[in-house]
């Protein structure tokens, strides 16, 4: 009889030489944390080493691999500072060069081969879920994985020509690198470790096949200083580097409310093929180097996140790594323990195994004294300072922080700021964010008033395609009968998903829809009108306009004629329309026109219904000289509205704290 697979189709990677990835006994890395995991899964009976089916083999990573990140000197000075018998000076010269002399990351014994390893887990693990050569053959697609995990893995710090953080070789960065080589690939990588993931961003910078986002401590406190919202990326890549610095002792519900404000948004406008995340637990509230103060309950929020992210963005394909985490017994085994048991739809049990508890919490108390001291510089509350005995940690072992609702304000401006700078107006308006009721909120019955009448118009264009329906303020229920024609895919870039978007959207109480359609029900354009949003807070009634037409149907006059029925309603002086960001987005790449060229045609579209060009301070425009922010002032708008929004213009006050 055939052997049974595991229907979730998940693996875990993990060799013995992954435990001699140890810098010194005094040091805060220590491979027992993951000695310690493997012993908490095999003894919850969650994983089997011996078992094939959930198990993928390492191997070392070939100098051609390591070099898709790292330098030819840098590789070939990890090597020499392996050997045991290198002369002092000689070790002293490189280990200067390349990063190992800081005492942050001193050089080990047999590095280069323990290093490698990592390299090569992570990379097989990546190729595997991607179905390349190098993550191995398997005799059916159901035996092939779809998530894998490597706890040992995460070393983010890494940069291409020296070591920094506690890791020597970037072994995401390193996996990513291969499969861009070897396909085209969209990559998304979330790293949710307190320490902003710097190595990895650094590496694909430049790149907009890789989306890195960065859920950290912020750099004014925190090691290695980076990790900042204005950090976007540059040339083609601008807009791909994703950072959301949290201030410190950031709690479980600032966390979570922060992650459900930005990921499905991003992540939809990116459309990524595989997901790997790095699940670094020193965000957690007993964790001796950071400042952040998160539970279990934060914790098993971000896995979860991802797992859904895997399965709606990438087909499932989904590695995780470890990373960071420094309270080695307490923590680290059960937040990699969940999120193992995540990937493998596996319950954990309430209660840790009690011969677990009893062989690791002896290794606890001999580090404990240090551990506490730690905490006690850090600043973190007083808190019951014992060894768990639950999976899940207990409310009451955690005193609330005293500054909790500044520290949940502070957090939700960098959110809002994020969103207002890398999500396109489209996907921020089908994700609107929980916000203040609009002064024009129930447009819809504003602008019709006798509610007997059909409340939307209608009109048909002609084009030399064929017919076009034109509809505003378009019901949810029209939506779902319609279906997004195959070019319009400038935001989500899948037309299923640009679909979805409208239909959010059409469900929003304070947005306006107005949708160009073939009499078939394909639609081919669309308008919206939705509140501006947190960047602009103190300006009353003003809106922001997007529009979007299909690769397909363009240089028909669609665009002009249908931004002019949308706008054309009296209702609508009453307001400031803007529009901002034109450029960032990735639809000119399928224009065929340079990006100063797109620019042009949507200022002189919007030209069309009484918009013009502002200067403006708006990082969007700023940051980017492609950009432009054009705007239509009403008629009967107040004048001390207008001059808010005019001074708005020309002022940078949400930037003042990055």
Same mark, same amino acid.
């Given at each position: 009889?055939?052997?049974?697979?595991?229907?979730?189709?998940?693996?875990?990677?993990?060799?013995?030489?992954?435990?001699?990835?140890?810098? %010194?006994?005094?040091?805060?890395?220590?491979?027992?944390?993951?000695?310690?995991?493997?012993?908490?899964?095999?003894?919850?009976?969650?994983?089997?080493?011996?078992?094939?089916?959930?198990?993928?083999?390492?191997?070392?990573?070939?100098?051609?691999?390591?070099g898709?990140?790292?330098?030819?000197?840098?590789?070939?000075?990890?090597?020499?500072?392996?050997?045991?018998?290198?002369?002092?000076?000689?070790?002293?010269?490189?280990?200067?060069?390349?990063?190992f002399?800081?005492?942050?990351?001193?050089?080990?014994p047999?590095?280069?081969?323990?290093? &490698?390893?990592?390299?090569?887990?992570?990379?097989?693990?990546?190729?595997?879920?991607? %179905?390349l050569?190098?993550?191995?053959?398997?005799?059916? $697609?159901?035996?092939?994985?779809?998530?894998?995990?490597?706890?040992? %893995?995460?070393?983010?710090?890494?940069?291409?020509?020296? &070591?920094?953080?506690?890791?020597?070789?970037?072994?995401?960065?390193?996996?990513?690198?291969?499969?861009?080589?070897a396909?085209?690939?969209?990559?998304?990588?979330?790293?949710f470790?307190?320490?902003?993931?710097?190595?990895?961003?650094?590496?694909?910078?430049?790149?907009?096949?890789?989306m890195?986002?960065?859920?950290?401590?912020t750099?004014?406190?925190?090691?290695p200083?980076?990790?900042?919202?204005?950090?976007?990326?540059?040339?083609?890549?601008?807009?791909? &580097?994703?950072?959301?610095?949290? $201030?410190?002792?950031?709690?479980?519900?600032?966390?979570?409310?922060?992650?459900?404000?930005?990921?499905?948004?991003?992540?939809?406008?990116?459309?990524?093929?595989?997901?790997?995340?790095?699940?670094?637990?020193?965000?957690?509230?007993?964790?001796?180097?950071?400042?952040?103060?998160?539970?279990?309950?934060?914790?098993?929020?971000?896995?979860?996140?991802?797992?859904?992210?895997?399965?709606?963005?990438?087909?499932?394909?989904? !590695?995780?790594?470890?990373?960071?985490?420094?309270?080695?017994?307490?923590?680290v085994?059960?937040?990699?323990?969940?999120?193992?048991?995540?990937?493998?739809?596996?319950?954990?049990?309430?209660?840790?195994?009690?011969?677990?508890?009893?062989?690791?919490?002896? $290794?606890?108390e001999?580090?404990?004294?240090?551990?506490?001291?730690?905490?006690?510089?850090?600043?973190?509350?007083?808190?019951?300072?014992?060894?768990?005995?639950?999976?899940?940690?207990q409310?009451?072992?955690?005193?609330?922080?005293?500054?909790?609702?500044?520290?949940?304000?502070?957090?939700?401006?960098?959110?809002?700021?994020?969103?207002?700078?890398?999500?396109?107006?489209?996907?921020?308006?089908?994700?609107?964010?929980?916000?203040?009721?609009?002064?024009?909120?129930?447009?819809?019955?504003?602008?019709?008033?006798?509610?007997?009448?059909?409340?939307?118009?209608?009109r048909?264009?002609?084009?030399?395609?064929?017919?076009?329906?034109?509809?505003?303020?378009?019901?949810?229920?029209? !939506?779902?009968?319609?279906?997004?024609?195959?070019?319009?895919r400038?935001?989500?870039?899948?037309?299923?998903?640009?679909?979805?978007?409208?239909?959010?959207?059409?469900?929003?109480?304070?947005?306006?829809?107005?949708?160009?359609?073939?009499?078939?029900?394909?639609?081919?354009?669309?308008?919206?009108?939705?509140?501006?949003?947190?960047?602009?807070?103190?300006?009353?009634?003003?809106?922001?306009?997007?529009?979007?037409?299909?690769?397909?149907w363009?240089?028909?006059?669609?665009?002009?004629?249908?931004l002019?029925?949308?706008?054309?309603?009296?209702?609508? $002086?009453?307001?400031?329309?803007?529009?901002?960001?034109?450029?960032?987005?990735?639809?000119?790449?399928? &224009?065929?026109?340079?990006?100063?060229?797109?620019?042009?045609?949507?200022?002189?579209?919007f030209?069309?219904? %009484?918009?013009?060009?502002?200067?403006?301070?708006?990082?969007?425009?700023?940051?980017?000289?492609?950009?432009?922010?054009?705007?239509?002032?009403?008629?009967?708008?107040?004048?001390?509205?207008?001059?808010?929004?005019?001074?708005?213009?020309?002022?940078?006050?949400?930037?003042?704290?990055?």
């Amino acid at each position: 009889m055939a052997e049974q697979f595991p229907v979730h189709r998940a693996r875990l990677v993990f060799d013995p030489i992954e435990l001699q990835y140890q810098f %010194g006994l005094e040091h805060p890395l220590q491979p027992a944390r993951v000695q310690a995991l493997i012993d908490l899964l095999e003894r919850a009976n969650l994983w089997n080493r011996n078992d094939v089916r959930t198990r993928l083999e390492a191997r070392q990573a070939s100098d051609a691999e390591l070099g898709l990140i790292h330098t030819p000197d840098y590789i070939a000075a990890v090597r020499h500072l392996s050997d045991a018998t290198i002369d002092q000076q000689e070790h002293m010269r490189l280990s200067m060069r390349y990063g190992f002399g800081d005492g942050d990351t001193p050089a080990l014994p047999d590095m280069h081969r323990v290093c &490698a390893t990592i390299a090569g887990g992570t990379l097989v693990a990546l190729s595997a879920v991607m %179905g390349l050569p190098e993550g191995g053959s398997f005799a059916a $697609e159901h035996e092939a994985p779809l998530h894998v995990f490597h706890p040992a %893995g995460g070393l983010h710090h890494a940069w291409a020509e020296r &070591a920094s953080g506690f890791c020597v070789y970037n072994d995401a960065a390193i996996s990513i690198a291969h499969v861009l080589r070897a396909s085209e690939a969209k990559i998304l990588y979330i790293d949710f470790d307190a320490h902003h993931g710097d190595g990895v961003q650094r590496a694909f910078y430049d790149d907009p096949r890789v989306m890195t986002v960065s859920f950290h401590e912020t750099g004014r406190y925190l090691f290695p200083g980076s990790g900042e919202v204005l950090e976007m990326g540059v040339g083609s890549g601008h807009g791909y &580097a994703v950072n959301i610095p949290l $201030e410190p002792f950031t709690e479980d519900d600032s966390y979570i409310e922060m992650m459900d404000e930005l990921l499905m948004p991003l992540v939809t406008g990116f459309a990524p093929d595989v997901l790997i995340t790095q699940h670094g637990c020193d965000t957690h509230a007993w964790d001796p180097l950071t400042h952040l103060y998160l539970t279990t309950r934060g914790i098993v929020a971000q896995i979860k996140s991802a797992h859904q992210l895997a399965h709606t963005f990438c087909g499932g394909r989904w !590695v995780a790594l470890g990373g960071g985490g420094y309270d080695l017994y307490r923590v680290v085994p059960r937040a990699w323990g969940l999120l193992w048991a995540e990937m493998s739809e596996q319950q954990v049990p309430e209660q840790l195994p009690w011969d677990w508890v009893e062989r690791w919490r002896v $290794e606890w108390e001999k580090d404990r004294a240090r551990t506490e001291m730690a905490q006690d510089v850090m600043g973190k509350p007083e808190a019951e300072r014992q060894f768990p005995s639950t999976f899940l940690d207990q409310a009451g072992d955690f005193p609330a922080i005293f500054r909790r609702a500044e520290i949940s304000h502070t957090n939700r401006l960098t959110v809002g700021l994020v969103r207002h700078l890398v999500v396109p107006p489209t996907v921020r308006q089908a994700f609107a964010r929980t916000r203040p009721r609009s002064p024009l909120a129930g447009l819809f019955d504003l602008l019709h008033l006798n509610k007997e009448s059909v409340p939307s118009r209608s009109r048909t264009l002609s084009t030399r395609g064929g017919p076009i329906l034109m509809r505003d303020f378009c019901p949810p229920s029209l !939506v779902e009968r319609l279906r997004a024609e195959s070019g319009l895919r400038s935001f989500a870039r899948i037309p299923e998903r640009e679909h979805q978007l409208l239909l959010e959207i059409a469900r929003g109480s304070d947005c306006a829809l107005a949708l160009a359609h073939t009499p078939t029900g394909e639609i081919v354009g669309q308008v919206t009108i939705a509140p501006a949003d947190d960047w602009w807070e103190g300006v009353d009634n003003l809106y922001e306009v997007a529009v979007e037409v299909s690769a397909n149907w363009r240089q028909m006059g669609i665009a002009r004629h249908l931004l002019a029925f949308a706008l054309e309603l009296d209702a609508l $002086e009453d307001m400031i329309l803007f529009a901002i960001g034109l450029s960032w987005h990735w639809d000119p790449e399928g &224009a065929h026109i340079s990006i100063y060229r797109y620019r042009e045609l949507l200022v002189k579209l919007f030209a069309t219904q %009484g918009f013009q060009e502002y200067p403006t301070t708006e990082p969007n425009v700023s940051m980017e000289p492609a950009n432009v922010l054009v705007a239509r002032i009403g008629k009967r708008v107040d004048k001390r509205v207008t001059s808010r929004f005019l001074n708005r213009l020309l002022s940078s006050s949400n930037l003042a704290r990055l």
